[in-house]
């Protein structure tokens, strides 16, 4: 199975920008589809976005496109969150998240969880 951790979360300021980070150890990342996934206070984890293996597809939220960008780097294990444009209902804790079968929507179909990343953004 594999490991997920987050980082890049922290405080910004609305129309700023931030990069998220998921790092993978144990099995190798190129072995699932990933996506990113966030959860506001109160609210229901909402998904953000998707990729799959290779990288050369992604599929977004309505609520993030245009504005968000899913890569990975499978040589490092590695998949990014590139966030622009930030507005205040963008806070929320983001979650990276593999899938054995397919590029997911819904969270219940993710197999594995990193412990999430506070992005908090200002108004």
């Known amino acids: 199975q594999v490991q997920l951790v987050e980082s890049g979360g922290g405080l910004v300021q609305a129309g700023g920008s931030l990069r998220l980070t998921c790092a993978a150890s144990?099995?190798?990342?190129?072995?699932?589809?990933m996506g990113w996934l966030r959860q506001a206070p109160g609210k229901e984890r909402e998904f953000v976005g998707c990729?799959?293996?290779?990288?050369?597809?992604?599929y977004y939220g309505d609520s993030v496109k245009g504005r968000f960008t899913i890569s990975r780097d499978n040589a490092k294990n590695t998949m990014y969150l590139q966030m622009i444009s930030l507005k205040p209902e963008d806070t929320a804790v983001y979650y990276c998240?593999?899938?054995?079968?397919?590029?997911?929507?819904?969270?219940?179909?993710?197999?594995?969880w990193g412990p999430g990343t506070q992005v908090t953004v200002s108004s």
């Open positions: 144990g099995r190798t990342l190129s072995s699932y589809y």
């Open positions: 990729i799959n293996k290779s990288g050369s597809s992604t």
């Open positions: 998240a593999a899938a054995y079968g397919s590029m997911f929507v819904s969270p219940r179909n993710y197999d594995y």
